[in-house]
């Protein structure tokens, strides 16, 4: 895959305020914020998009999960956020390496959830 911003940031060229950083994953603040709280967590591991993630990726993807967990109750959010991937263009995703969007800080219902980030 063509490298990205991501990729820059995860491996320290452009230099980024780490929320949460581990061997497997960085997380940042979202230079857009669509929140109150908007944390990106970047696998430093570049795949371009979820679906791209293969059998050898289980592992990471798990760890990502579970880093979530810690980044959110370390923010002190971890009983409301939404979690939100956007896989391809059409689904809106602009940098194509995997990242997940940690949102919290407002409102959110199921009403929205078609919204993603925009909610
Ligand atoms: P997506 O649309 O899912 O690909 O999300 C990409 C996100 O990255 C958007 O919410 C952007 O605001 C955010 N973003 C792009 N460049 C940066 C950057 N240099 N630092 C932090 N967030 C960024």
Redesign the pocket.
Known sequence: MEDT?FGK?TRGE?P?EFVYEDEHCVA?????P?APV?V?VIPRKPIAKLSDAADEDQALLGHLMLAVGKITRQLGISDAFRL???NGAGS?????HL?L?ILAGREFDEATLARG?QG
């Not at 809106?92 to 194509?96: K, L």
């Open positions: 911003i940031i452009i980024t940042i603040n979202d230079i857009h669509q908007h990106l939100v991937v956007n809106g995703q602009t940098v194509f990242h969007h980030i």
